[in-house]
C-alpha cells in the first residue's frame, strides 16, 4: 500500500493478498488527488483578469480568510488593488471605470463601505427612549411626539422620519456610548488608519487608542413655558467613514 491506509493494515501486510492491494490501490487516492491536480493547474492556466473575475465574485470573508492561504498568486491577487475595486464597483460603491490609484487601499474601502452605517440606536425616537443613557428629564421631562407636532414642521431632509424628542423648560439631556471594536472596526483600523468620524464635525487624525464615542445631547425652553416647547432633535447620527 506504500503508506495509504490505516495503521492496523499497515502493520499487518501479510494478510491483504496482491489482488486486494491492487483493488485498493485503483480506489484509494489517485483518483481524487489527479482530480486535485488538474483543479489546481486549470485555475493556474487563468489569465488574471479572468482569476480576478473569478475571485470577486466569493464573500469578502472567504477571500481574506480562506482564498488567500491557497498559493502566493492568490494572496497577492487578495492583497493588492483589482479586486477590491472590481467588488466594490460590482456592489455599487464606487462608479464603474474607478481608478486603482484613487485610493491607498481598495479592500480597507471596501469593508469601511460595507459596515457604514448610522452607529446610534433609536435616533429618531421610534422606540421612545430605549437605547440612550444617561437620561436627564427636567422640568416635563423628555416627550417623544409625532412630526410635524404641535409647532413644528415636516422633517423635509428624509421622509422616513417621522418622530422627534422634544425637551422641556429645564435642561433635558440624553447620552449614547457607541463601542467601536464592538460595532467591526479593528484596533489596527483604529489606530494607524483612523478613519473618518462624523457626528455634525468631521473628526481625522484623532490618533491612537479611540475605541468609543460618546454621543450627547441637549435643549431648553428658553422662555420656560411648560410643557414641550424646547429645543426639538431627531435623525441624529454617527459614522464611520471609509
Known amino acids: 500500500m506504500d503508506g495509504d491506509g490505516d495503521p492496523e493494515s499497515m502493520g499487518q501486510p501479510e494478510e491483504a ?10 480506489v484509494c487516492v489517485p483518483e481524487a488527488s489527479g482530480g486535485e491536480e488538474e483543479e489546481t ?13 473569478v475571485l470577486a465574485e466569493l464573500p469578502a470573508a472567504e ?57 446610534l440606536r433609536n435616533p429618531c425616537g421610534e422606540e421612545d427612549l430605549e437605547g440612550w443613557c444617561d437620561v436627564e428629564h427636567g422640568g416635563d421631562g423628555w416627550r417623544v411626539e409625532e412630526l410635524p407636532g404641535d409647532c413644528g414642521m ?8 417621522k418622530k422627534f424628542f422634544a425637551s422641556s423648560f429645564e435642561w433635558c439631556r440624553k447620552a449614547q456610548v457607541i463601542d467601536l471594536q464592538a460595532e467591526g472596526y479593528w484596533e489596527e483600523l483604529l489606530d494607524t488608519t483612523q478613519p473618518a468620524i462624523v457626528i455634525s464635525h468631521t473628526f481625522t487624525d484623532y490618533g491612537p487608542g479611540v475605541r468609543f464615542v460618546r454621543f450627547e445631547h441637549a435643549g431648553q425652553d428658553s422662555v420656560y413655558w411648560k410643557g414641550w416647547f424646547g429645543a426639538r432633535v431627531t435623525n441624529s447620527s454617527v459614522w464611520v467613514e471609509p
Do not use: I, M, T
Not at 486603482?100 to 448610522?118: A, I, P, T
Open 63 to 119: 477571500l481574506v480568510q480562506a482564498c488567500r492561504l491557497v498559493c502566493l498568486r492568490w494572496k497577492e491577487l487578495v492583497d493588492g488593488a483589482p479586486l477590491w475595486l472590481l467588488k466594490c464597483q460590482q456592489e455599487g460603491l464606487v462608479p464603474e471605470g474607478g481608478s486603482e490609484d484613487e485610493r491607498d487601499h481598495w479592500q480597507q474601502f471596501y469593508f469601511l463601505s460595507k459596515r457604514r452605517r448610522n452607529l
Open 154 to 161: 415636516e422633517f423635509v431632509h428624509d421622509e422616513s422620519v
Open 41 to 53: 493547474a486549470y485555475l493556474d492556466e487563468l489569465p488574471e483578469p479572468l482569476l480576478l473575475r
Open 17 to 26: 493478498s496482491s489482488d486486494e492491494q491492487q483493488e485498493e490501490g485503483c
